[in-house]
């Protein structure tokens, strides 16, 4: 039998939220106590000016397009991804500014001109980071999280024990 949902706040996992429960054939309403939706990752104009109000990075791509799947879509169907190069530009006090680059090499270049010996530390720490993320989103994150023993795979403890 549908039953009536209401969920609070509008930001992207109360979105996600509300469009599975819809999928089910619940009726949901979504509560927002500001005017625009979106939460943290919703834009604000004043004066013909835009801000992104949270995220300026595309982070966890697989998680958008995992979603947009459950609904037969791709987030093509919804928006289009363009890489921007360079990534993002830091400005100084001194109103110089500093390019960081998108592609791979480059970026190794850049890390070794300013410390030399770093793009093989950045090396290590993103093999590092590849092998956190794939089991964090592998062994934890899709979990329903309904007892410990769901995270009791070689992986996880082999991270949890070798952790400093
Ligand atoms: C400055 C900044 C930079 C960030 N950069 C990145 C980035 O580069 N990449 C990235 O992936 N992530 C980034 N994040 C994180 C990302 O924005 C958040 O993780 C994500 O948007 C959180 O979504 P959420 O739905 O969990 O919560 P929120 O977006 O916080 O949504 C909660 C919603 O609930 C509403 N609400 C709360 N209480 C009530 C109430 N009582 N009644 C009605 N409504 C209520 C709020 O108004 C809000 O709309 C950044 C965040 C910030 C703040």
């Known amino acids: 039998m549908p039953l009536k949902v ?12 509300a469009s599975f429960i819809a999928k089910e054939g619940h009726d949901v309403t979504i509560l927002e106590k500001n005017n625009e939706i979106g939460g943290r990752a919703r834009k604000f104009s004043k004066d013909g000016f835009t801000f992104d109000m949270g995220p300026s990075w595309y982070w966890m791509p697989d998680v958008f397009e995992n979603f947009y799947k459950k609904f037969n879509h791709t987030t093509s169907d919804f928006y289009d991804l363009k890489r921007l190069d360079p990534s993002y530009r830091v400005y100084w006090n001194d109103d110089t500014h500093t ?12 890390f070794e001109s300013n410390e030399k010996g770093s793009a093989l530390k950045l ?11 794939q089991v964090g989103m592998e062994d934890l994150v899709y ?15 082999k991270g949890l024990f070798s952790m400093n």
């Open 6 to 17: 209401i969920i609070i706040g509008s930001g992207i996992s109360s979105l996600s939220a």
């Open 99 to 110: 390019d960081v680059p998108a592609d791979m090499k480059a970026l190794e270049l850049w």
């Open 123 to 133: 090396r290590a720490f993103l093999k590092d980071a590849q092998i956190k993320y």
């Open 143 to 157: 979990r329903p999280s309904m007892s410990l023993l769901e995270f009791a795979n070689k992986r996880v403890l």
